[in-house]
């Protein structure tokens, strides 16, 4: 079938009636390639937010040029005019911006949501990204692929070409397994800063707040295993603690939240254990931290003061910036109740986090050491180091 492919932002000028006119002469050229061809054609607008956005929500004018183009595209889905056997798809990434006009039935009444890829997915979007690269014998997609939950196929082919990148980057003839795991770690968290330069007490202190994060990773049965720690700043991060998903997951029980927030809070409490005192390298632990607790007790409905109910509306018109504001539909005496679940929550996990750091101390000195002198371990040595076998997980 004739196949017409555009965009929605090609719809939009400066110019009054552009977008109009433009927005006819496709769908003409669509009735007249139908005709001919017999079989009907398809029209496919990509990004169709650009042009789809909701209509006149009351502030300023009423009748501006993408509303105008907007009319027009409606008014082409379902006038008098319609032909049979003309096909329009569009597709975007943000359908809860578009005009309830244009999702109605006779227009765009089918809605296909496409997803994050799952493990069998992402192992079939690696075949496709890897057709033209040499791959070693040791190279197991589905290994890879087990590594990225969350990905999607952008990420996956970035994944790829970084792994090329740096086996060319050491002459190699081939892409090996290892090129794969630096990649996930690149694409994840960023370049290592091999280059930057740690005073002699900043590198104890990140030794001691990573190897708070990986003994936890290994004495928790409800996080996920250690993959390697390094403190070696990538990113934004002075070091890090590598624990990716292993597979897979929909569900979380509270008590692997709780868990997971305790392998947050390990850094901070290691620095409290072994320096007395704490520091700013925990910033983004207790952000992270703090969030997950609130999305417990205000979405998940975690909280026992609370119950089983969600607090906070996430619903308005997009002009009164409904991604930046959450509608509060609690009281004043609610909000306070909150704060206290949220803090019990985050108290709860340090405590759990600080006393099992505490009854392996000797272990998390031997680990922090270890780092010093390495810089970077993978989970295996670490577990073989510390003679600690992972749990399953619960």
Not at 29 to 43: D, F, L, N, P
Not at 71 to 85: I, K, R, S, W
Not at 200 to 212: A, P
Not at 332 to 347: F, M, N, P, S
Request: hydrophobic fraction near 40%.
């Amino acid at each position: 079938m004739p196949f017409f492919s555009i965009s929605g932002s090609d719809f939009v000028e400066m110019f009054v009636g552009v977008g109009a006119s433009r927005v006819r002469d496709l769908f003409e050229q669509g009735r007249k390639a139908a005709k001919t061809s017999g079989k009907g054609a398809i029209i496919f607008i990509d990004e169709i937010d650009a042009v789809g956005r909701l209509r006149f929500s009351g502030i300023g004018g009423g009748h501006d040029e993408r509303e105008q183009t907007l009319n027009a595209l409606l008014d082409e889905m379902d006038g008098f005019n319609t032909v049979q056997g003309l096909i329009l798809i569009a597709a975007t990434n943000r359908p809860d911006t578009l005009d309830p006009a244009l999702l109605r039935p006779g227009r765009f009444d089918r809605t296909i949501i496409v997803n994050l890829p799952d493990i069998r997915g992402r192992e079939e979007i690696l075949r496709v990204h890897t057709r033209k690269i040499k791959l070693g014998p040791s190279v197991d997609l589905r290994s890879v692929a087990s590594q990225t939950p969350g990905f999607s196929g952008a990420d996956l082919a970035n994944l790829c070409n970084e792994a090329a990148l740096l086996a060319a980057r050491y002459s190699k003839e081939v892409v090996e397994e290892i090129d794969f795991d630096k990649s996930v770690e690149r694409v994840l968290m960023g370049p290592e800063k091999k280059s930057h330069i740690m005073s002699k007490k900043e590198k104890e202190i990140t030794s001691l707040h990573e190897s708070g994060h990986a003994l936890l990773s290994l004495l928790l049965a409800e996080v996920n295993p250690l993959k390697k720690v390094s403190i070696i700043p990538r990113g934004l991060a002075g070091g890090y603690t590598f624990t990716p998903p292993f597979e897979d997951r929909h569900y979380w029980t509270k008590r692997e939240l709780v868990s997971e927030i305790a392998m947050m809070l390990g850094g901070r409490a290691s620095e409290e254990i072994n320096l007395k005192e704490v520091t700013t390298g925990a910033q983004n632990d207790l952000e992270m931290a703090t969030g997950m607790a609130r999305r417990m007790v205000t979405q998940f409905g975690m909280s026992e003061k609370l119950g089983n109910i969600t607090l906070g509306r996430r619903e308005g018109l997009v002009f009164l910036g409904r991604d930046i504001v959450e509608e509060r539909n609690y009281s004043d005496e609610t909000a306070r109740l909150i704060d206290e679940e949220v803090r019990k929550i985050i108290e709860g996990a340090y405590i759990k986090a600080k006393s099992l750091l505490e009854e392996n101390l000797d272990k998390l000195k031997i680990l922090s050491n270890a780092l010093l002198e390495k810089e970077t371990l993978d989970g295996e040595a670490v577990k073989k180091m510390l003679g600690i076998e992972k749990k399953d997980l619960a």
